[in-house]
Nanobody
Framework: QVQLVESGGGSVQAGGSLTLSCAASRYTYTMAWFRQAPGKERGGVAAIGRDGSTTYADSVKGRFTISQDNAKNTQYLQMNSLKPEDTAMYFC??????????????WGQGTQVTVSS
């Protein structure tokens, strides 16, 4: 089992930016971000493979960028042009397939992102 620790959440005004980080305790072959707003299902945001290949949800394409530092087993999510609808708890996940939530078994505790209008 991989231990995942997220950081970087917070509150920001619409149009602002935040960067989330997720540090894994050991090697992972994929890492991803999911988010869950109150009353909604947890949905995929972005994923990255060890080879650097990336996948994004349509709602964040062009605004969010996922990256990684393989030497540190750490992934990052740069979020720009944030909108109130981006408000959610953001969860880091590892060793799944693209943005298929059910394939991920390793999860972080989550970090809150709040975007005000």
């Amino acid at each position: 089992q991989v231990q995942l620790v997220e950081s970087g959440g917070g509150s920001v005004q619409a149009g602002g930016s935040l960067t989330l980080s997720c540090a894994a305790s050991r090697y992972t072959y994929t890492m991803a971000w999911f988010r869950q707003a109150p009353g909604k299902e947890r949905g995929g945001v972005a994923a990255i493979g060890r080879d650097g290949s990336t996948t994004y949800a349509d709602s964040v394409k062009g605004r969010f960028t996922i990256s990684q530092d393989n030497a540190k087993n750490t992934q990052y999510l740069q979020m720009n042009s944030l909108k109130p609808e981006d408000t959610a708890m953001y969860f880091c996940a590892a060793n799944g397939v693209l943005l298929a939530r059910v394939t991920y078994k390793d999860w972080g505790q989550g970090t809150q992102v709040t975007v005000s209008s």
